[in-house]
């Protein structure tokens, strides 16, 4: 069976139950516009993260930002004052390093991966034991077996043609961290890796071979096998109908869309594909306790993942 599939057997067998918060095993937040705001940490953030562990479920933090290395992250986080660990992070950059780990085993063939990125990407190729080489200079002309593009600030015409160059005359597999558009800030709307994916793929007259992630919904199946349950048994919290909501629903997931970030309700209320609906809205993650105490009162969408 294929995983698409699959997953739509997995969402449909869900949807004929209803929400029960006791059923609830783990509890995936996204970052910007949930948790924080840029470098700013929302004051309802951190007393909601404490009170999913103190109910006794799991946490996690599911970014499609892969500038950063989990490891990274945690030390960011930490200094904000927020005690997050590396092992409840997953990051597009980490799930990248998973795929092509996965991808390679076995193999005979040291791979070269040419990566249009920040430094995250590196850091966790190297962390989950990723074989062969890789680098983010434009001038390495070694033939890439792969092209691995996230958000880089530092983008430039030299890398994009480099990552052409390979994609067209090397034969390497392109691969994207994710497709979002934009990430925000305190300035506002910035482009996002989903920016620098499309201009790779106008050029190259093709699109990735694989999206690492949200809307995909790898990372969630991810954390459903590390912590051994169901897909039925997450609830995902985001503030992005196309991502974070999308990704839940791909997934057979539960899902909580907060008005904190850059989804509001006109823009909430002119969604037509059912599978960016969320199940549940709530103002910010300060509601999360209310949610699971009274979820009749948050919800939007029809019953069931």
Known sequence: MSTKR???????????E??????????????????????????AGLPA?????????????????????RSAYARRWQRMGFP?????????????????????????????IFVVGGPGIPAELKAVGVPGSWTRDPADERPAHYVLVGLDKQVNYRKLSRALRAILYDGAVFLATNRDATYPTERGLFPGAGSIVAALAASAGREPAAVMGKPEPRALELIAREVG????????????????????????????????????????????DPDELPHFVLRDVGQLPDLFAHPARYRWATPGP
């Open 84 to 112: 997050l660990r590396r092992s409840e992070i997953v990051t597009s950059g980490y799930l990248a390093a998973l795929y092509l780990r996965r991808e390679l085993a076995g193999g005979r063939i040291r791979p070269h």
């Open 49 to 69: 993260w404490q009170w999913v562990q103190r109910s006794g479920r799991r946490t996690y933090l599911l970014t499609n930002n892969s500038m950063r290395s």
């Open 6 to 16: 699959s997953l739509q057997s997995g969402g449909r067998r869900a949807a004929a």
């Open 229 to 272: 349950c169901s897909l039925e048994e997450l609830l995902v919290v985001g503030d992005r109908l196309e991502t974070d909501i999308l990704c839940a629903r791909r997934a057979g997931a539960w899902s909580a869309l907060v008005l904190s970030g850059v989804t509001d309700r006109k823009r909430l209320r002119s969604v037509t």
């Open 18 to 43: 209803a929400f029960e918060p006791e059923r609830i095993k783990v509890v995936v937040f996204d970052a910007d516009g949930v948790l924080v705001h840029g470098s700013t940490l929302y004051p």
